[in-house]
Nanobody
Framework: QVQLVESGGGLVQPGGSLRLSCAAS????????MGWYRQAPGKQRELVAR???????NYADSVKGRFTISRDNANNLVYLQMNSLKPEDTAIYYC????????RGQGTQVTVSS
């Protein structure tokens, strides 16, 4: 079955960096688009970044220039490098696989605070 396991979240000061990882299994990873979403308390879930099977990317305006999504097809991994973090980036971050239906992992908490 499809499994997505996120890791790499934590507490970081404003201006700091984190790299999130998502380990995928149960499907032919290399042919599907992958993405990262986030949901902050009291807010709707939003798309942060998406990467196609060919490596094309798109980002939410709020993270452009600060976040980078990438993938390792050999090891079924997708990453989200987050730099210049701001308190408003605080949220649970979820890995998403765009299959015939969307699959999402359990999420990893990112807290940006001094």
């Amino acid at each position: 079955q499809v499994q997505l396991v996120e890791s790499g979240g934590g507490l970081v000061q404003p201006g700091g960096s984190l790299r999130l990882s998502c380990a995928a299994s149960g499907f032919m990873f290399r042919i599907y688009s992958m993405g990262w979403y986030r949901q902050a308390p009291g807010k709707q879930r939003e798309l942060v970044a998406r990467i196609t099977s060919g490596g094309s990317t798109n980002y939410a305006d709020s993270v452009k220039g600060r976040f980078t999504i990438s993938r390792d097809n050999a090891n079924n991994l997708v990453y989200l490098q987050m730099n210049s973090l701001k308190p408003e980036d605080t949220a649970i971050y979820y890995c998403n696989a765009y299959l015939a239906m969307d699959y999402r992992g359990q999420g990893t908490q990112v807290t940006v605070s001094s």
